[in-house]
């Protein structure tokens, strides 16, 4: 009986800890200003630091206050920032010459600009082969570097357009493929391509967060993320988001996976019983910020936005302009749970 009891206390407890809200809020929001689009950011809790893509440059933040502490140019058609822990070297990716820019996290002064394959965009260091990622969205491939070096030691063809990726920390990166609506999984020594999983009802990956300890791959695609095991590629969930979805990230001290979605809204993700996810939150944002990331330390999270005016005139060459973005108003938001 008396094992019974415990057993049935142990189901409970676990029904409660899967059950349990995540009750995300904002916390902290701070103008920055200046003018310029923006697209990926990085949380870089080692340094104290928030890298912000801006424009032609970086915005570098204190973590904490949000303090601009300078920036990091020249950086044109800024997308990524990844910065090597253990060492004062930093990467970002240059859509317009097709190139990244490896800088000093001290100084903020550009050491070296690399050759890359066509539209670099997404971009991550990976401890376990000691390697920076830079993929290509419109070269289909990644350009593999020294992470101390800079220097260029392979690519991968990937057969499709990259977006964001992440890495087991055992060998292998995965990586959303925006055209052919799957995740590349290529091994990060040998540069080898391993699978292609499809990702069922989703389509234009973009951000991709990962649950490593219970091997989810969670993929946010257009109005929903996908929700994948890791070891097989067997697809386990698909749940709804807001619309605009761009950015994701995993929050190990909630056990939630987390959209950014360029309505104006977060989707937060948790497997609320064994195999079953669902949304339990919809946390309110501001448009625009679709971008996001987290300081693994605090699990604070952040993203950016700015305001926005009226949209030009259509014309012939654009029949569908986007909103004016307002000079002086680019943010950041900071969101923490409960």
Request: charged share 20%; proline share 5%.
């Amino acid at each position: 009986m008396k094992t019974v009891w415990i057993f049935a206390v142990c189901l409970c407890l676990m029904g409660s800890l899967f059950a349990q809200s995540a009750n995300y809020h904002l916390v902290k929001k701070t103008i920055i200003g200046g003018e310029g689009g923006w697209d990926y950011l990085l949380a870089d809790a080692d340094g104290g630091r928030l890298y912000v893509s801006h424009g032609t440059q970086v915005d570098v933040l204190d973590l904490k206050s949000h303090e601009k502490l300078g920036v990091v140019t020249p950086t044109p058609g800024i997308h990524g920032i990844a910065v090597v822990p253990g060492t004062s070297i930093g990467y970002t990716t240059n859509g317009r010459p097709n190139t990244a820019t490896m800088f000093d996290t001290k100084t903020f002064k550009a050491l070296k600009e690399i050759p890359t394959g066509k539209k670099p965009d997404a971009i991550m260091y990976d401890a376990f082969s000691k390697r920076v990622f830079i993929f290509n969205n419109e070269g289909n491939s990644a350009t593999v570097l020294d992470a101390t070096t800079g220097n260029v030691v392979g690519t991968v063809e990937l057969g499709g357009a990259p977006e964001a990726a992440v890495s087991d920390d055992h060998g292998l990166i995965f990586v959303n493929l925006e055209d052919t609506n799957e995740i590349a999984v290529f091994d990060a020594k040998s540069l080898s391509v391993k699978h292609h999983w499809k990702l069922g009802k989703g389509e234009e990956p973009t951000g991709l967060a990962f649950d490593k300890p219970h091997h989810r791959l969670f993929s946010t695609c257009n109005k929903v993320m996908v929700v994948l095991d890791s070891q097989t590629g067997k697809m386990l969930a698909e749940v709804p988001t807001g619309s605009g979805t761009d950015g994701a990230v995993f929050d190990t001290s909630t056990g939630s996976a987390i959209s950014s979605n360029g309505e104006g809204t977060l989707t937060v993700v948790k497997e609320v019983k064994p195999g079953q996810f669902e949304a339990v939150q919809t946390v309110t944002t501001q448009r625009g910020a679709r971008t996001i990331t987290i300081d693994p330390k605090s699990h604070h999270i952040f993203v950016t936005t700015a305001e926005y005016g009226p949209a030009p005139a259509p014309t012939t060459e654009n029949s569908k302009p986007r909103p004016s973005v307002k000079p002086g108003t680019f943010m950041v938001l900071e969101y923490a749970a409960k």
